[in-house]
């Protein structure tokens, strides 16, 4: 969140942010291996969550969300999401 809003505040008026980054699944089933695998992913991952929903951390650093996409790459879908 504070890395957001510093982003926001050097950002320059009418600037774009393109932010791409792996989060929670839209699947229930992903959805739950993602928060069974998140408190050992963090240790072994320097911190990295694989259930995070991305836009509940765009949206709050007040950037206007104007499109969202999801997909998968390749991999296993808990941490490919």
Not at 29 to 45: D, E, M, N, S, Y
Not at 59 to 76: D, H, K, W
């Amino acid at each position: 969140m504070q890395a957001l809003a510093e982003v926001k505040r050097v950002l320059r008026p009418g600037g774009r942010l393109l932010f791409v980054e792996h989060g929670l699944s839209p699947e229930p089933k992903v959805q739950a291996w993602q928060h069974r695998l998140t408190p050992i992913w963090k240790r072994i991952g320097g911190g990295c969550h694989l259930n995070r929903k991305i836009d509940d951390l765009v949206r709050p650093a007040n950037f206007c969300l104007v499109e969202l996409q999801t997909t998968y790459l390749p991999g296993p879908r808990p941490m490919s999401a």
